[in-house]
């Protein structure tokens, strides 16, 4: 399931992040956060991000903040058929200081390759969404 913020956690701790979110004991709604430190570059990274909207099973948008980005993610589900869904990912990053700005002007460098990576980690999401909804019903 897209919205299974519990699995996404899991998956990130897994990757070695330390995730602090919501208790998963009541429905997701608009205005829970967390804050997420991982290893990038090198070096220490923390993001603070909030679920802004969430209109399940449609839409999903989340805001996040880091020392060198704002980060916007939104996720959008399009019903086409009974058995088909169209899936889209948006992700904008907006520099907040000088490092930042270099930062994306390096991914801007090799965005074939990052937006390739992008793409097929996204598919194997889908996949495996589908292939669990196949098995289960």
């Not at 919205?3 to 701790?13: G, L, M, T, V, Y």
């Not at 948006?90 to 793409?119: C, D, H, V, Y």
């Amino acid at each position: 399931q897209v919205s299974d913020f519990e699995n996404f956690e899991r998956a990130a701790r897994r990757k070695g992040a330390d995730v602090t979110g919501p208790e998963h004991s009541a429905p997701p709604t608009a205005g829970i956060g967390w804050d997420i430190s991982f290893d990038w570059r090198g070096k220490r990274r923390q993001v603070a991000g909030t679920l802004i909207e969430f209109t399940p099973p449609e839409l999903m948008q989340f805001d996040g903040q880091s020392t060198l980005f704002k980060i916007q993610f939104k996720v959008t589900l399009i019903r086409l058929s009974a058995r088909r869904t169209r899936l889209l990912i948006e992700l904008e990053l907006r520099p907040n200081a000088l490092a930042g700005r270099l930062l994306i002007q390096s991914m801007k460098l090799t965005k074939s390759s990052i937006s390739r990576r992008f793409s097929n980690r996204v598919k194997s999401f889908a996949d495996g969404i589908e292939t669990k909804h196949r098995r289960h019903g």
